[in-house]
């Protein structure tokens, strides 16, 4: 039987993503913000009442990491009482959720890459709703993903490449943070992933860590990004101190994939191979 799938935050990155590589193997319905709000727990409640879903694939977030300092209850109210209103709906109705995290829930001050079992310590609002999704999820669920990710970009909506290319137009040199280090990820390539595992049903549920292989800072992110397009922009390479934002953000965050590279049996791309794919599927756009 076609496995049928609700996306919602559709509209987001990840989610258009998730439409472009749809080649209608499964039965897939797309929903906004403005389709279902998950934050209202009766109206999550009478959509999965009325549809009938197998696995629901939650791509809606609050993300704006630096607003959310300010504006703590809205992000409180989607990645933490939506999402549990999402999590109590898949339990009723037997769905299997794959819900999307963040590399935010941890502090940044390891030095080796992070695994699953690493303790968490979000230093900012956004990763900390986003810890409390993730909690609201394995209380209420026993069949379900969680896939923390990290630095997510892709040819759609708002992010570190598109801006990078954007102010390439008007700029002739740009200072980027050197001292956070992190890996770039493909929304593409996490996209491919989610479908890896409905496609396969697998059913080793629990955390896991997705992102591209290899370690980058923003600083090497943006010579990248320049370098593939053939841009010529001197960078800067600053340091956070000289780039005060409203939120901290984790120094070291790269995730160790070992745990879903084994278990799903499958590889994740280098960051730099992706990051050409990307920039070409921009230019032909």
């Not at 339990?91 to 995290?101: D, E, G, P, R």
């Amino acid at each position: 039987m076609i496995p049928r799938i609700l996306v919602t935050g559709s509209n987001g990155q990840l989610g258009t993503c998730i439409k472009d590589l749809d080649d209608n193997k499964f039965d897939i319905k797309y929903v906004s913000s403005s389709d279902l709000d998950i934050t209202n727990n009766q109206e999550v409640k009478n959509f999965f009442e009325h549809q009938k879903i197998d696995w629901c694939i939650n791509c809606a977030a609050y993300t704006a990491v630096d607003k959310a300092e300010s504006d703590c209850d809205s992000a409180f109210n989607v990645n933490v009482s939506g999402v549990k209103n999402l999590a109590e709906a898949c339990k009723a109705y037997s769905v299997k959720l794959i819900h999307v995290s963040t590399d935010f829930v941890f502090d940044g001050e390891h030095n080796k890459p992070y695994k699953e079992s690493d303790s968490t310590n979000p230093i900012g609002v956004y990763g900390e709703t986003k810890l409390k999704g993730e909690q609201e999820v394995s209380r209420a669920l026993k069949e379900y993903f969680i896939l923390r990710t990290s630095w997510l970009y892709s040819e759609h909506c708002g992010n570190f490449m598109k801006t990078m290319l954007h102010l390439s137009k008007d700029r002739t040199q740009l200072g980027v943070v050197g001292d956070q280090i992190g890996t770039p990820t493909y929304a593409k390539d996490l996209a491919k992933t989610i479908f890896h595992i409905i496609a396969n049903d697998i059913s080793d549920y629990g955390i896991y860590h997705y992102s591209n292989n290899g370690v980058a800072s923003w600083y090497d992110f943006a010579k990248a990004i320049f370098d593939i397009s053939n841009l010529d922009i001197e960078l800067n390479n600053i340091s956070t101190v000289q780039f005060p934002t409203p939120a901290k953000r984790p120094h070291f965050s790269v995730l160790d994939k070992t745990k879903i590279e084994t278990t799903l049996n499958l590889k994740a791309p280098y960051w730099r191979d992706s990051l050409i794919t990307a920039i070409q599927n921009m230019k032909n756009e």
